[in-house]
């Protein structure tokens, strides 16, 4: 069983940046891939970005186009997502994830409860 904490969403404007955070309960960490997913209201649930069990690589979401930035630090049990840029299409709320290597939702075993971002124009 893992456990997800999400951390660090908020309130800013375009053109910030914030850095989301998932905390990780439990020894298994290593054996997932971390991914980040969002939801905006009215929107199916869209993939942001995987990482590598190892953090050696990494898969983006079309739409962010060097904007974010996945990292984690296995010592930590955390996976970050640093996100620069921000535009309000942004805001949705994001979903940190463990499972496979994947872009699909269905592929992630254990998800967080989310964090929100709003990005105002």
């Known amino acids: 069983q893992v456990q997800l904490v999400e951390s660090g969403g908020g309130l800013v404007q375009a053109g910030d940046s914030l850095r989301l955070s998932c905390e990780a309960s439990?020894?298994?960490?290593?054996?997932?891939?971390m991914g980040w997913f969002r939801q905006a209201p009215g929107k199916e649930r869209e993939f942001v970005v995987v990482i590598s069990r190892n953090g050696g690589n990494n898969d983006y979401g079309n739409f962010v186009k060097g904007r974010f930035t996945i990292s984690r630090d296995n010592a930590k049990n955390t996976v970050y997502l640093q996100m620069n840029s921000l535009k309000p299409e942004d805001t949705a709320v994001y979903y940190c994830a463990a499972g496979l290597f994947s872009a699909r939702s269905s592929d992630y075993k254990y998800w967080g409860q989310g964090t929100q971002v709003t990005v105002s124009s």
């Open positions: 439990g020894r298994t960490f290593t054996t997932y891939a």
